[in-house]
């Protein structure tokens, strides 16, 4: 079996005494996982991505990636495995530049001016927004800086993607640049959206959450095509299927 992996079981949040938000999720995501998690609002989806990357640990259950349990004294290692790109871009990039946003983590991690550099140019070529490398971050349109944020965790050379919401913002065009980008990534990815006809795009696995649990878990012909599991759990089929029929 791969080293890229996520192994989560039993998980349960709430935040403080209020209902529970994801109630005894058990749930196995491996290295060639493209994950689509979808759902109607306060479902859960973007507190589990949450979670996985550690930013709150006051979760009951357990959640490994690539064997590391995650906990307050693993949270480097584990941050050094997944990269989690923000529904807001402007949560992501703090620093002047595209570059220096770019190279931040990189340059965190202790690396050489050369590395560095090569990651941010290979990172911006990925994403394909070279040309954007010396402008202000606060200039930006809302698709450049999705994209930017998506430069930020590339440069880190990571196995794992989280993306909440990534097609928000985003024109046709940077939308499919973004889904040739998410299909090219060889590892593990989890995205949450309710453009199901984004997650018909990218993903070969879709999970649907109700009131924080697993309803469904399937391949997108098996869940996105069914369409009375979509409006029970207050969804509609993706529209690229609707015309279809």
């Not at 070279?130 to 930006?140: D, G, P, V």
């Not at 997650?199 to 869940?223: F, H, Q, S, Y």
Request: proline share 2%; charged share 25%.
């Amino acid at each position: 079996m791969s080293h890229i992996h996520i192994d989560i079981n039993d998980l349960s949040f709430a935040y403080g005494e209020n209902k529970k938000v994801l109630d005894r999720i058990t749930l196995n995501a491996r290295e060639k996982d493209s994950i689509g998690i979808i759902g109607a609002n306060g479902a859960g989806k973007s507190t589990l991505l949450k979670l996985l990357i550690g930013l709150d640990l006051g979760f009951e259950g357990s959640i490994r990636v690539e064997e590391i349990p995650l906990e307050k004294n693993t949270l480097s290692k584990v941050r050094e495995k997944i990269g989690f790109v923000f529904q807001e871009a402007d949560n992501q990039l703090f620093m002047t530049t595209v570059e220096q946003d770019v190279a931040f983590g990189p340059v965190n991690y202790g690396l050489g001016k050369a590395e560095v550099e090569n990651r941010v140019a290979s990172s911006l070529e990925k994403v394909g927004i070279t040309h954007l490398k010396n402008k202000y971050s606060h200039e930006l349109s809302g698709g450049e800086k999705k994209l930017a944020s998506i430069a930020t965790i590339l440069s880190m050379n990571i196995d794992i993607i989280l993306m909440d919401e990534p097609s928000a913002s985003l024109d046709p065009r940077n939308r499919r640049n973004l889904i040739n980008i998410l299909n090219g990534f060889d590892h593990l990815k989890i995205i949450t959206s309710h453009d199901l006809d984004f997650i018909w795009d990218t993903c070969n696995r879709v999970i649907v959450l109700c009131d924080g649990k697993i309803v469904a878990d399937g391949t997108p012909d098996e869940v996105l095509r069914d369409r009375n599991l979509l409006e029970a759990n207050g969804l509609e089929l993706p529209l690229s299927l609707t015309e279809r029929k």
